[in-house]
């Protein structure tokens, strides 16, 4: 009777699994080791070694439901991953997709537009500041963005100037480059000291 019972669920077992309908991933022996090393990489990306398990386990033949139960990856996340491989091939399989959904609203104009504010000094228009602090300058842009043709920094926020400073490598609050040129020599002189 417990034979039979036994046999019964076994039988229940191997009806119920069902072959995926997916390809096989097949993997050359270079893109096995890499995918490997990934695996076991202490210092790559999360995601990255999460992806290269799955595309592993995939490729030597282990369903999407164990490896949900070895891995710990909800089933989502790995049909993406084996999807991506199968169609692109496995480095975009590792990689994650560009997310950026609608073209950047600032346009290089009004970037270029920042920056040359950035790079003039605040008593060119009337300030009383010898250099712009981040919140001056996002402040005036601000102010006069709409009279300039520019609407959508018409509230730029300081990170938005510092994002566009940034990308030009333009620091206008820092003095080091006003200290220079006023008294030379000056990190010699502050070494010594």
């Not at 076994?10 to 390809?23: D, F, G, H, T």
């Not at 398990?53 to 490896?67: Q, R």
Request: aromatic share 6%; hydrophobic share 40%.
């Amino acid at each position: 009777m417990i034979i039979a019972m036994l046999l019964f669920q076994l039988m229940k077992v191997v009806i119920m699994a069902r072959k995926s309908e997916r390809p096989a991933l097949v993997l050359t022996q270079e893109q096995r080791t890499a995918l490997q090393e990934l695996s076991a990489s202490r210092v790559a990306s999360t995601r990255e070694v999460e992806r290269a398990k799955v595309m592993l386990g995939y490729a030597d033949g282990v369903s999407i439901t164990e490896l949900q139960r070895r891995l710990g990856f909800s089933r989502p996340m790995i049909y993406r991953c084996v999807d991506k491989a199968l169609a692109a091939g496995i480095q975009m399989g590792l990689k994650d997709k560009y997310h950026r959904p609608h073209e950047p609203e600032i346009s290089e104009e009004a970037k270029a537009w920042v920056v040359s504010i950035a790079c003039t000094k605040p008593r060119d228009y009337g300030l009383a500041a010898e250099l712009w602090s981040i919140s001056a300058l996002a402040r005036f842009i601000g102010e006069q963005a709409c009279s300039a043709g520019f609407p959508r920094l018409a509230n730029p926020g300081k990170s938005t100037v510092w994002r566009i400073l940034d990308d030009n490598d333009i620091k206008p609050h820092k003095i080091r480059y006003y200290l220079k040129s006023v008294i030379p020599n000056l990190t010699a002189r502050c070494r010594k000291s």
